[in-house]
């Protein structure tokens, strides 16, 4: 990394003080997180020393930031990570997470080391090329947006993962078990029947039948989304008609309406038109939800496409229609991949008009049969496990197609 530059004069800051806030705050964050994730794995009671660790994290920071910046190098990070482990144990006696070493002593040594190694290169990589000295105040400012950048991807990560690995681990447990201790969230890998739950809401609950009311509910409403959504785009970006430009402003109106004051009057009409209790009513009212947004994303995406090649279409004698087919919709691929994910993800995951409507477990959808599980008289680990079979296929959806997703969306955002 290129050293930031070291300047006298007026407006000066401290990359000594964005080392202190760094090491302070890694250290503190840090402990926080492995600690918490080391009760978590083993059980066991951890209390993890958080001024410790920020004295060992400020320690380490200033060891680098005192280092010449011409002479920090990998040996650098390797001392600082020495200065942290003898500051850690010296304070701590010994107890670097406030257990005996006789308790989990290879877990102990994991976390230790996981929280050497990333609070150490956390503080290289904010301020691994900041002089001690003053530096300017652009300078002091990108440093100090590093290390709340840096903060910022710890706090979004955990809260990410952590109620996620509850969820799962919660799930492979027994109500004995979770009686027992309720705060223990390890696994035992040797357990004679760990996907217990899992084998009892197939078995018993029909989550095999859920997984495919949700399925075909989730496709068929991607396919009339865009079957409507494509051509009413194409109108409003291609197009001249009269109230063009106020049907374009107007088109996400609907999201104005709360949608637990839509459903009572939809829980009426549908009951007389014996549309409630029916698949084919939620096949009605998730695409009058999903349109809207997705021929706003899409209409944005139209009016970037060259409208030349459109014209050649046309002078070569193709309609309007075929000129949609075949070279606009090739095109746009990309939007269509991401309009079609983003509404794939409402219609799996949209739980209100499944539980107003649906009341036979035979076309219960995902959410609705995750509901059903909230009981006190069934054991919580069910729940669990149904949560997460409804969050695993739609992860592993969009993990898979995120790269068209991220392409429309920012292709709409700056051609719209």
């Given at each position: 990394m290129a050293a930031l530059t070291q300047t006298g004069g007026h407006g000066?800051?401290?990359?000594?003080?964005?080392?202190?806030?760094?090491?302070?705050?890694?250290?503190l964050v840090f402990m926080i997180v492995v600690g918490v994730t080391l009760a978590l794995v083993t059980g066991l009671p951890a209390r993890p020393p958080v001024?410790?660790?920020?004295?060992a994290g400020l320690a380490a920071a200033l060891f680098v930031t005192f280092t010449p910046v011409e002479r920090r190098s990998n040996r650098?990070?390797?001392?600082?990570?020495?200065?942290?482990?003898?500051?850690?144990?010296?304070?701590?006696?010994?107890?670097?997470?406030?257990?005996?070493?006789?308790?989990?002593s290879?877990?102990?040594l994991i976390g230790l080391a996981v929280f050497i190694g990333v609070t150490?290169?956390?503080?290289?990589?904010?301020?691994?090329?900041?002089?001690?000295?003053?530096?300017?105040?652009?300078d002091f400012e990108k440093l100090v947006i590093r290390?709340?950048?840096?903060?910022?991807?710890?706090?979004?990560?955990?809260?990410?993962?952590?109620?996620?690995?509850?969820?799962?681990?919660?799930?492979?447990?027994?109500?004995a078990e979770l009686l027992a201790n309720p705060l223990d969230f390890s696994i035992d890998l040797g357990k004679a029947n760990l996907f217990g739950s899992y084998t009892e809401l197939f078995t018993k609950f029909n989550f095999g039948t859920y997984i495919l009311n949700s399925a075909f509910v989730s496709v068929s409403t991607v396919f009339v989304t865009l079957l409507i959504a494509v051509p009413g785009a194409y109108a409003v970006a291609r197009l001249r008609f009269r109230g063009r430009d106020a049907f374009a402003r107007s088109i996400l109106l609907i999201y104005m309406v709360p949608a637990i004051v839509l459903v009572l009057p939809l829980y009426a009409v549908f009951s007389q038109l014996e549309?409630?209790?029916?698949?084919?009513?939620?096949?009605i009212v998730y695409p009058a939800t999903t349109i809207p947004v997705a021929l706003y994303m899409l209409q944005g995406y139209f009016r970037g496409l060259p409208a030349e090649m459109e014209e050649a279409g046309l002078m070569d004698g193709l309609t309007r229609i075929g000129v949609i087919i075949k070279i606009t919709l090739p095109l746009s691929l990309p939007a269509l991949a991401s309009v079609g994910l983003y509404v794939f993800m409402i219609a799996w995951n949209e739980f209100l008009f499944a539980f107003m409507f649906l009341d036979d477990p035979a076309i219960f959808t995902l959410p609705r049969g995750v509901a059903s599980l909230n009981s006190s008289e069934l054991p919580r680990e069910l729940m669990m496990g149904g949560a997460v079979i409804a969050t695993v296929p739609i992860m592993a959806i969009f993990l898979w197609l995120e790269r068209f997703m991220v392409q429309g969306l920012s292709a709409g955002a700056v051609k719209g």
């Amino acid at each position: 990394m290129a050293a930031l530059t070291q300047t006298g004069g007026h407006g000066l800051r401290s990359g000594l003080a964005v080392a202190a806030l760094a090491g302070l705050s890694f250290g503190l964050v840090f402990m926080i997180v492995v600690g918490v994730t080391l009760a978590l794995v083993t059980g066991l009671p951890a209390r993890p020393p958080v001024g410790t660790a920020a004295l060992a994290g400020l320690a380490a920071a200033l060891f680098v930031t005192f280092t010449p910046v011409e002479r920090r190098s990998n040996r650098t990070r390797s001392y600082a990570a020495s200065i942290m482990f003898l500051v850690l144990v010296i304070f701590s006696l010994g107890q670097v997470f406030g257990l005996p070493l006789s308790e989990g002593s290879v877990w102990q040594l994991i976390g230790l080391a996981v929280f050497i190694g990333v609070t150490v290169q956390s503080i290289w990589l904010c301020v691994g090329d900041a002089p001690a000295g003053t530096v300017r105040r652009y300078d002091f400012e990108k440093l100090v947006i590093r290390v709340l950048k840096g903060q910022g991807y710890i706090f979004f990560t955990v809260f990410v993962v952590l109620p996620f690995y509850v969820m799962v681990m919660t799930s492979f447990k027994s109500q004995a078990e979770l009686l027992a201790n309720p705060l223990d969230f390890s696994i035992d890998l040797g357990k004679a029947n760990l996907f217990g739950s899992y084998t009892e809401l197939f078995t018993k609950f029909n989550f095999g039948t859920y997984i495919l009311n949700s399925a075909f509910v989730s496709v068929s409403t991607v396919f009339v989304t865009l079957l409507i959504a494509v051509p009413g785009a194409y109108a409003v970006a291609r197009l001249r008609f009269r109230g063009r430009d106020a049907f374009a402003r107007s088109i996400l109106l609907i999201y104005m309406v709360p949608a637990i004051v839509l459903v009572l009057p939809l829980y009426a009409v549908f009951s007389q038109l014996e549309l409630r209790n029916t698949i084919l009513g939620l096949l009605i009212v998730y695409p009058a939800t999903t349109i809207p947004v997705a021929l706003y994303m899409l209409q944005g995406y139209f009016r970037g496409l060259p409208a030349e090649m459109e014209e050649a279409g046309l002078m070569d004698g193709l309609t309007r229609i075929g000129v949609i087919i075949k070279i606009t919709l090739p095109l746009s691929l990309p939007a269509l991949a991401s309009v079609g994910l983003y509404v794939f993800m409402i219609a799996w995951n949209e739980f209100l008009f499944a539980f107003m409507f649906l009341d036979d477990p035979a076309i219960f959808t995902l959410p609705r049969g995750v509901a059903s599980l909230n009981s006190s008289e069934l054991p919580r680990e069910l729940m669990m496990g149904g949560a997460v079979i409804a969050t695993v296929p739609i992860m592993a959806i969009f993990l898979w197609l995120e790269r068209f997703m991220v392409q429309g969306l920012s292709a709409g955002a700056v051609k719209g």
